[in-house]
């Protein structure tokens, strides 16, 4: 039987190779959605990543008989160990063939990596922040994946449960079904609603009109996950980041924001065309006809996708987020849209889920991360 060998990465060819296996493992499966390349690769640029500021990292293949069979990144966030007291070695973008050989190989990677830096416990799959992809697919294979959520083989799990690890965190998404019409209730709740607590819908008539209240959105979100036991506050080079990465797609009929009398932001919800057939078509590249498709979705398209969502505890459980679903469905029904598939949440997270719970939420993926405890450090 062939050895497997774990080789560090070290150059430019070996990250590219890196960041292309999966899409080599998966290009046969009508599920799984690519990453673009090159965001990929800048991930570990710590000049485009400021994750990388706080945080040390290493990535790695796998081979066997002469070929890339695996690949795993492993992660220390000082920041985290700082803030929350969380020590601990995170594994990513790990991905293998149906060998437990080579899973065995690269979760052994990851506790190596934890012993050499005196650590006791390695967790994930996830990134360097909870605002990275994170969770392992558990059920819902047979659905199409989307951009912010990680998409594997049935076997992942298996293989490392069979490796001793255990659950960590659990996490569930929801697929809703828009109806023909609402309720004339709910008109008259949310009409209700914002005459009493002052609120209004605010209006934008270009997405450049959106940036002046982009940093009063990460402070909502801060205020609305504070309470969850891994969270930790988003950096202002985070903020900059995922302005600089994420701004490009935003379609600004797709954004909510609720505001009160001084137009103070209370509540957001971002959601976006569901872009993964357009990846799917791109191969995970802009060019050369990568955007037509990305065009092409942003334009047509049935199905849409909840990124983010907002709400400041003074206004929660109010009925603000009927204000929000009510103003979804209108601009959802005049784009054609039927469907709306929600973010990866945290299982534990009650309050979110209430949100869809009017809209006849179908449970179709669950994902979590895995542990271990190395009992010698």
Partial sequence: MSKVSILEVKTAGQLKQFVKFPMDLYKSNPYYVPAFVNEEINIWNSEENPALRYSEARQYLAYKDDRIVGRIAVMINHKEEKELGIRKVRFGWIDFIDDEEVSKALIQTAVDYAKENNIGKIEGPMGFTNLDK?????????????????????????????????????????????????????????????????????????????????????????????????????????????????????????????????????????????????????????????????????????????????????????????????EIFERFKKKGVKSLETNPELEENKSIQLLWQDYNPVNHKRRRTYSMILNDQ
Wanted: proline share 4%.
């Fill in 134 to 326: 994170a969770g392992m697919l558990t059920m819902g294979f047979d659905k199409l994946a989307t951009m912010i959520g990680i998409y594997n083989h049935a076997y992942y799990p298996e293989h490392l449960e069979k490796l001793g690890l255990t659950k960590e965190k659990e996490w569930v998404e929801f697929e809703l079904r828009f109806p023909e019409t609402l309720p004339e209730k709910i008109y008259k709740f949310n009409e209700l609603i914002s005459q009493k607590y002052h609120l209004k819908v605010l209006r934008f008539k270009t997405k450049e009109e959106i940036l002046q209240y982009v940093d009063a959105m990460f402070d909502l979100l801060d205020e609305t996950y504070k309470h969850l036991s891994t969270y930790t506050p988003i950096s202002d080079e985070q903020r900059k980041t995922y302005k600089e990465k994420y701004f490009k797609f935003i379609d600004k009929d797709f954004i909510v924001c609720v505001a009160d009398e001084n137009n103070h932001l209370v509540s957001f919800a971002i959601t976006m065309p569901s872009y993964s057939r357009a990846l799917q078509k791109s191969g995970g590249k802009l060019f050369p006809l990568g955007w037509w498709h990305f065009l092409q979705a942003g334009k047509k398209n049935d199905r849409a996708n909840f990124y983010l969502i907002g709400i400041h505890p003074d206004y929660q459980r109010r009925g603000v987020t009927s204000i929000i679903f009510k």
